[in-house]
């Protein structure tokens, strides 16, 4: 069975079944990834634009990882050393880019609904790589990827969502992606840092780090967005740490099978000590791995979609 839709612009009222076809086909990229010859032909002829607008490291060189060993022809464009740094509107962009028979764009961007956007002046296939503090999908289906990969399931897990969720777009899409596969979510962090309405996506709220480590089998550790101005919503990051920070003696005292993921870039000594994002609760680079599977099996889903 094919994608329900021809575009990834979140995990919102994305089908079950299309996430874990998802799930499933990354697990084949993933066994490519070990192999001595890491590519495959399957994307052979297509054009593919990773169009970031917004800093990335991670999301960025996965993607165009995954584009390399799909056989795609990648093109890529960041806002700095770009004509949209002299002026030209993001639309005239996006033109001047499908004029040169673009296929599919994978686009990262500061303001919530580009992507959306996107969809209405493009003809390519459109992937959201974060926008705003809207959503992340290729994220949350790493993230989930992840879990499922040293757990063996997402169905009946629990797992918390810790930090600055009000400033961030992978809470978004877990809380989405985890719910609609049967995990029980959670959200622990300053009442600062939590929407008030968020409760109606079906999540619990605790504002007791402990408990939250007591009582879940995965925390998902969220960073300060402190390019969003996050630094305003508490007093202090040494106070921060103090109560929400996740550290080694915290885990063993209240949970020492608790998994750790976190999405990255860490503040170390902020959301986690560098003892805890270093050592062995934490799963942060298998994500990132994972994270090439994930977006190889996006590209290859939508990209040979009928
Ligand atoms: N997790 C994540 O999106 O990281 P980057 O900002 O480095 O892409």
Do not use: W
């Amino acid at each position: 069975m094919p994608l329900s839709s021809r575009h990834l612009l979140g995990l919102q009222g994305v089908p079950k079944e299309d996430i874990q076809l998802i799930l499933d086909t990354a697990t084949t990229f993933r066994e490519v990834l070990e192999r001595p010859i890491k590519k495959v032909p399957t994307l052979q002829g297509k054009t593919i634009c990773n169009l970031f607008f917004e800093n990335s490291t991670r999301t960025r060189l996965s993607f165009e990882l995954a584009q390399k060993r799909l056989s795609a022809d990648t093109i890529n464009f960041t806002k700095s050393g770009s004509s949209a740094s002299k002026g030209e509107t993001f639309k005239d962009t996006v033109k001047n880019i499908e004029a040169m028979k673009v296929d599919m764009i994978v686009v990262r961007h500061e303001s919530s609904g580009v992507p959306h956007y996107l969809t209405r002046i493009s003809n390519a296939n459109i992937i959201n790589a974060g926008d705003g503090r809207h959503e992340h999908p290729t994220q949350a289906l790493l993230d989930m990827y992840s879990i499922r990969e040293r757990l063996g399931k997402i169905d009946g897990l629990k797992v918390c969502i810790v930090g600055d969720i009000a400033h961030s777009r992978v809470a978004l899409s877990n809380i989405y992606g985890l719910i609609s596969l049967g995990a029980k979510v959670s959200l622990c962090g300053p009442a600062t840092m939590i929407p008030k309405d968020i409760q109606r996506l079906g999540v619990t709220i605790t504002h007791n780090i402990d408990e939250a480590i007591a009582n879940n089998d995965v925390l998902n550790v969220l960073r300060i967005q402190l390019e969003r101005k996050a630094g305003t919503n508490i007093p202090t990051l040494r106070e921060y740490h103090n109560y929400f920070g996740i550290t080694s003696e915290r885990i063993k005292k209240n949970n020492p099978d608790v998994l750790i993921l976190h999405p990255g870039p860490i503040n170390r000594g902020v959301e986690l000590s560098s003892e805890v994002a270093d050592g062995p609760f934490q799963i942060i680079l298998d994500q990132v791995t994972n994270g090439v599977a994930i977006r190889m099996a996006v590209l290859y889903l939508l990209g040979t979609r009928p």
